[in-house]
């Protein structure tokens, strides 16, 4: 750009003085022509005719006394370029002079200097136009080059995703290799590295679930083990989990020593299988929990369920071991099973409950082979559930249901909605989760109440 426009410079200069001198040289030639040297307004108009005609600064004649006959000068400001483009690109435009004659008598001498307005014009044009044009280009290869970044650096955004899908626990292999040669490589040993740690991944992860599995589960009837119930009863019994009362139903086989040494082992692991299928199939709720305690005795916890929804359930249970037994081919065994359950509360300790489950299970072995008990800890069905009714018609009448709101995320880390959800203001002022009140509220059959209720709460929170 700079030399283009230094050359331009240059060719305008040059035409300034060429100009000048070749108007100076002819006008005089012209001027001395004239027969009467004292023809002054002959004179006139010749330079008025030239003056007229071309592009100057100024054209005078003097004497041989350096006394001016006569001038024109053209005082035209250059409007159509900037000023602070004239001081910055300075033009010379340089004075030709010429010998006026009358004969070989010297008369007097012309001057002639061409306007610089033009050259500056016509250098304006060209860097408009060059800048037009080299902005046009500049840009076109900026984005080419974008473009072009964009596609040789794309392995790195697949290389990106990798990385964080590892974080995920999830292994991307890139199947298009680039074919720049560094990116290829680098992508190799990427897919090496990810095929490598997928590896070694999944091979700790089969190995910490098979120790869970030991640590946790029975491996007769893939129940979780003793270990694994009390973990999870205490959970259940901790009142700062705020969780609902539930039960939890014991199922003992009885003579199943005498099963095994009868009928073989396999047989009897297999009736422990039969049995622990059978207490899930009809045990079965949302958040049920199945263990194995011990060689003869399997554990279901119910949170959530009441004595009358699991009586049948118990009953399909006890009435179920004749059938898997003749099943196993051994009819003839003596092996029969008791059928016993218990409400537990939260805050209670682990000890009392099992004792409680103790007491229900002997109480079923001796009402015979394949009885069912309930041990009532607590007030009757009936009382327990009114008075679950007063306590939430209660509740509503106080208004002591309360909102609260918690913010949801989007990938970005900006908040991309509010989450309403409902709590119980009790009479001792302890605020209770959903999970305390909604097992009762189902059981009621208050859901619709609790949502309009709810709903209310929403509309009243959105007008303020």
């Known amino acids: 750009f700079t030399l283009n426009l230094n050359n331009t410079k240059n060719f305008l200069q040059d035409q300034l003085q060429s100009h000048a001198q070749d108007t100076a040289t002819s006008l005089g030639l012209s001027l001395s022509s004239i027969e009467n040297p004292e023809d002054l307004s002959s004179m006139e108009t010749m330079i008025n005719a030239v003056f007229d005609r071309g592009y100057y600064s100024h054209i005078t004649l003097t004497d041989m006394d350096n006394h001016p006959l006569y001038s024109r000068e053209n005082t035209k400001s250059m409007e159509a370029v900037p000023d602070w483009f004239i001081n910055a690109i300075q033009l010379k435009a340089p004075e030709a002079q010429a010998m ?92 090496a590295m990810v095929k490598k740690l997928q590896t070694v991944f999944e091979r700790d992860a089969n190995t910490a679930e098979k120790l869970q599995k030991m640590a946790y589960q029975d491996s007769v009837t893939e129940l979780s083990n003793r270990r694994h119930f009390e973990m999870i009863v205490d959970t259940l019994l901790d009142p700062n989990e705020e969780l609902p ?112 489950l103790d007491f229900a299970i002997e109480q079923a072995e001796k009402n015979g082979k394949n009885s069912v008990f309930y041990y009532n800890t607590k007030q009757s069905e009936e009382n327990n559930q009114h008075s679950w009714e007063e306590t939430l018609n209660q509740a509503m009448n106080e208004k002591r249901f309360l909102l609260f709101q918690q913010s949801a995320y989007d990938i970005n880390h900006r908040v991309h909605d509010q989450e309403l959800f409902i709590r119980l203001k009790d009479t001792d002022g302890s605020i209770r989760s959903a999970g305390y009140f909604m097992p009762a509220v189902e059981q009621l059959n208050k859901t619709a109440e609790i949502d309009q209720l709810v709903l209310n709460y929403v509309i009243q929170y959105l007008q303020t």
Request: with cysteine.
């Open 100 to 191: 006026v004659q009358s004969g070989w008598i010297p008369i007097g001498t012309l001057s002639v200097q061409s306007h610089a307005g033009y050259a500056y014009t016509e250098l304006w044009k060209s860097v408009v136009n060059l800048s037009i044009w080299f902005g046009i280009a500049a840009l076109i290869a900026i984005l080419i080059v974008i473009y072009t970044l964009k596609v040789m650096l794309k392995p790195l955004k697949d290389m990106e995703k990798q990385a964080e899908a590892i974080v995920k626990k999830e292994y991307l292999i890139q199947e298009h290799l680039p074919s720049t040669v560094e990116f290829r490589n680098v992508v190799s040993a990427m897919n």
């Open 245 to 356: 009362e539930g039960i939890i139903c014991l199922i003992r086989v009885n003579d199943l020593k005498e099963l095994n040494d009868r009928f073989g082992y396999l047989v009897g692991d297999k009736l422990m299988k039969s049995l622990a299928d059978t207490m899930r199939t009809n045990l079965a709720c949302e958040r049920s929990f199945f263990a194995r305690l011990n060689g003869t005795e399997l554990v279901a916890v119910l949170p959530g369920l009441v004595s009358q929804q699991i009586t049948q359930p118990c009953n399909n249970i006890a009435s179920s071991l004749p059938e898997i037994l003749d099943k196993l081919q051994a009819t003839e065994a003596a092996a029969s099973i008791s059928v016993a359950y218990t409400d537990y509360q939260p805050g209670e300790s682990r000890g009392p409950v099992l004792s409680h």
